[in-house]
């Protein structure tokens, strides 16, 4: 594993600066609707689950479904806040786990919270260089933002690409991945979904340089690098999720106000309402992929 293995300035995804504008809006915002391990990402509910129990199922699947439980090494792209990193080196036996962001606040915040077994770097997946090989590897909602409003199919398909041969590259032999990323739904073109007036917004206002993929650009993608094990669409999930993520801001709006002013907590109530409804409608899907590396010597020749 070397640098010349890098795809470095690649990234034609969301920039840092993009990414930091979302983001590090501050972790004290941030606390006061998501759940106590402030995990960012659509839960996966269970009969009795509030939202921290149904965070937790969600990244307990993908550490079983990634087959990381007792490994040695285990990457996180896009590891938000550290949740996922706690737990596995604190619940799965886990003896050193990696995490990416590009968020200085949720860095701070996950190393302030875990000890040496944990290493997070302020790194796009693009930059990444591993000091060894990984045996499992995670990314729960950062696909999202590897590609831009105003890319081409053509370029968000070459992003998603790279980044599927980065991870083919890091993972050893028949090692496994397990990617969530919530996508345009099957109920609009690309030309009308990016012509709404939520994905507008949203890509404006909230999500700067960042535009979901359809499933078909992931399917596509990964050929060559990654066989499918298992798909699921729990958009539902997601729909629950930011239904009570509204409701948690909505609950503590004066906090929120005198925090972060007005103008941007209606602007967050505004998103939250758009994604529930994109969530309900169908929209918007939210996929859990399982991937299995292909084995380099089965490449087809492009
Ligand atoms: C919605 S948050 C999800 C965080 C976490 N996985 C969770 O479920 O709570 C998206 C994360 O992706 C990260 N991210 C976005 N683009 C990235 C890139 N190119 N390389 C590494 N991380 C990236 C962001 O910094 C952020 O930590």
């Keep these: 594993m070397n640098a010349s293995t890098q795809v470095s300035g690649q990234a034609s995804g969301a920039s840092p600066e993009a990414i930091r504008y979302h983001y590090d809006v501050g972790n004290d915002f941030y606390r006061l609707w998501l759940d106590a391990n402030m995990v960012y990402s659509g839960a996966m ?13 969600k990244i307990d699947y993908h550490i079983w479904e990634a087959g990381a439980p007792g490994s ?3 990457l996180d792209i896009g590891c938000g806040w550290g949740a996922l990193l706690r737990r596995l080196v604190g619940e799965h036996g886990v003896a050193r786990a990696v995490g990416l962001t590009l968020s200085d606040a949720q860095a701070e915040w996950a190393r302030a919270r875990s000890d040496g077994r944990v290493d997070v770097r302020v790194e796009s997946w693009a930059d990444h260089v591993p000091a060894a090989p990984y045996d499992a590897i995670i990314s729960i909602g ?15 398909i070459d992003n998603y690409r790279a980044f599927f041969q980065q991870c083919q590259r890091w993972l050893r032999p028949n090692g496994r991945m397990s990617l969530q990323t919530f996508a345009y739904g099957n109920t609009r073109s690309r030309r009308e979904a990016t012509a709404s007036p939520s994905t507008q917004f949203l890509a404006n206002e909230i999500f700067p ?26 958009r539902k999930d997601y729909a629950r999720t930011c239904r009570v993520w509204l409701d948690n801001l909505r609950t503590r709006r004066d906090d ?3 925090l ?21 409608t169908g929209n918007l899907g939210l996929f859990r992929i399982t991937l299995r590396r292909i084995e380099p010597k089965w490449q087809p020749k492009r």
């Design 45 to 57: 509910w269970g009969p009795d689950d509030d939202l921290e129990a149904a965070q937790l199922r």
């Design 72 to 74: 040695a090494n285990v």
């Design 142 to 156: 950062a696909f999202e933002h590897f590609a831009r409003l105003e890319s081409s199919e053509e370029e968000k």
């Design 209 to 234: 340089e960042t535009d979901p993929p359809r499933l078909a650009n992931i399917a596509e993608a990964t050929e060559g690098s990654f066989e499918v094990v298992s798909l699921r669409n729990d």
């Design 256 to 258: 929120l106000v005198a």
């Design 260 to 280: 972060v002013g007005e103008e941007k907590v209606a602007r967050y109530e505004r998103y939250l309402q758009y994604s529930f409804y994109g969530f309900e």
